[in-house]
């Protein structure tokens, strides 16, 4: 889900950015301003098994967090990745690549 080569970039990525999200007034203001462009389509799947949804959540967000996506995208491909999770069996064995999300998005 992310285009770092290892976790040693991963890791100095993510101490270069703020580790909390914090709505505020003037960010919660531009999280709407951004989706007033269109409304999110959901994401309609048959789930097989949902005991990794929430940690696909947790993974697809801070993917787009540390490739550094807005808020409108990190959302966006958290709610991706659970629904994608749901799909498969098991948790971590369930996770998306990349290639596999992008064509779960396009479908």
């Not at 929430?54 to 409108?72: E, K, R, T, V």
């Not at 958290?78 to 064509?103: K, Y």
């Amino acid at each position: 889900m992310t285009a770092a080569p290892d976790r040693l970039e991963l890791s100095g990525r993510l101490r270069e950015r703020p580790a909390v999200t914090t709505p505020t007034r003037k960010s919660a203001r531009s999280a709407t301003t951004a989706r007033s462009a269109g409304t999110p389509t959901p994401i309609s799947v048959r789930p097989v098994d949902t005991v990794g949804a929430g940690d696909g959540f947790a993974a697809g967000y801070l993917a787009a967090y540390l490739n550094g996506g807005g808020l409108p995208e990190r959302v966006d491909q958290a709610a991706a990745v659970g629904a994608f999770v749901t799909t498969r069996r098991g948790d971590l064995a369930a996770m998306p690549t990349a290639s596999e999300l992008r064509d779960f998005c396009a479908s």
